[in-house]
């Protein structure tokens, strides 16, 4: 079965960094394009950010660009977001997840994967 686990998760102040880790089992990692999304409690999920299956093409949504890195490691199976200059909106879970398509990577329902999320707060 496929797995995908976030790590790196916690509070942290805002201005700060973090760095969050997604490790995928049950799948060879450079067949897929991956992602992340997050979710505050009460809203919908909203699109971080993707990268393609070679980690040349990454994308990001406009509320994250300049701030926010994603990248992988295919030989670790593991994909990474790296979070810089956090600010209190960034509060969220964040979920990793994979596709094999590439259509739009900004629409959840493209994610074949997601895994469990792991919880981001940003404050004082």
């Known amino acids: 079965q496929v797995n995908l686990v976030e790590s790196g998760g916690g509070l942290v102040q805002p201005g700060g960094s973090l760095k969050l880790s997604c490790v995928a089992s049950g799948l060879a990692l450079s067949s897929w394009r991956m992602g992340w999304f997050r979710q505050v409690l009460g809203k919908k999920r909203e699109y971080v950010g993707a990268i393609s299956r070679n980690g040349r093409t990454p994308d990001y949504a406009d509320a994250v660009k300049a701030r926010f890195t994603v990248s992988r490691d295919n030989d670790k199976n593991t994909v990474y977001l790296q979070m810089d200059s956090l600010k209190p909106e960034d509060t969220a879970v964040y979920y990793c997840?994979?596709?094999?398509?590439?259509?739009?990577?900004?629409?959840?329902?493209?994610?074949?994967?997601w895994g469990q999320g792991t919880q981001v707060t940003v404050s004082s």
């Open positions: 997840v994979a596709t094999q398509r590439y259509h739009d990577y900004g629409v959840a329902s493209e994610y074949a994967y």
